[in-house]
T-cell receptor
Framework: DAGVTQSPTHLIKTRGQHVTLRCSPISGHKSVSWYQQVLGQGPQFIFQYYEKEERGRGNFPDRFSARQFPNYSSELNVNALLLGDSALYLC????????????????FGPGTRLTVL | KNEVEQSPQNLTAQEGEFITINCSYSVGISALHWLQQHPGGGIVSLFMLSSGKKKHGRLIATINIQEKHSSLHITASHPRDSAVYICAVLANAGGTSYGKLTFGQGTILTVHP
């Protein structure tokens, strides 16, 4: 079975441009989370989606947005790119949205490396 | 102070040595992940645990919920173990937890032959 897939693998943009990153979860998984990992640091939570609804949002500006489609795949959009948006963007999928003390293990994709010039 | 702290930040070992990486956290958690990240970025989940101890091959992970501390041990280390090891926790707030992982800064492990 295929794991979490992300596209593209690498991307180069210039300041002010817009970017769309894509993620396909493991078959049967209904939750997708997005993380940003700046070089030398641990990942930071951006969004979590479950059943096409936003369930959690990290401390990121409104330039960052996301959505989840009926097939549970997801897009992360970043507008008005800044140099500081250069990072590895990771997508993780899990069976469900954790609640009431239950938890579903997250499985990570290979990431999209975004470079903003 | 970060909610999740790892030590050491860098670790160099000779092949065959026993390795320990530590993770301390300051919030109540539902679960803790140990993750491995190789150059190029892909993250692999090694363990998810909420109590006790888990073992997989040469890797052992332990967690002490009362002390808010977890350790990852690698026995008989090998150069192919060289990677960044990251601890991540799922916080439990008021009995409800969400899929937001909070990560440590990672431990860079280099194992020399």
């Amino acid at each position: 079975d295929a794991g979490v897939t992300q596209s593209p693998t690498h991307l180069i943009k210039t300041r002010g441009q817009h970017v769309t990153l894509r993620c396909s979860p493991i078959s049967g998984h209904k939750s997708v989370s997005w993380y940003q990992q700046v070089l030398g640091q641990g990942p930071q939570f951006i969004f979590q989606y479950y059943e096409k609804e936003e369930r959690g949002r990290g401390n990121f500006p409104d330039r960052f947005s996301a959505r989840q489609f009926p097939n549970y795949s997801s897009e992360l959009n970043v507008n008005a790119l800044l140099l500081g948006d250069s990072a590895l963007y990771l997508c993780a999928s899990s069976l469900a949205w954790a609640s009431s003390g239950s938890y579903n293990e997250q499985f990570f994709g290979p990431g999209t490396r975004l470079t903003v010039l | 102070k970060n909610e999740v702290e790892q030590s050491p930040q860098n670790l160099t070992a000779q092949e065959g040595e026993f390795i320990t990486i530590n993770c301390s956290y300051s919030v109540g958690i539902s679960a803790l992940h140990w993750l491995q990240q190789h150059p190029g970025g892909g993250i692999v989940s090694l363990f998810m645990l909420s109590s006790g101890k888990k073992k997989h091959g040469r890797l052992i992970a332990t967690i002490n919920i009362q002390e808010k501390h977890s350790s990852l041990h690698i026995t008989a280390s090998h150069p192919r173990d060289s990677a960044v090891y990251i601890c991540a926790v799922l916080a439990n707030a008021g009995g409800t937890s969400y899929g937001k992982l909070t990560f440590g800064q990672g431990t860079i492990l280099t194992v020399h032959p």
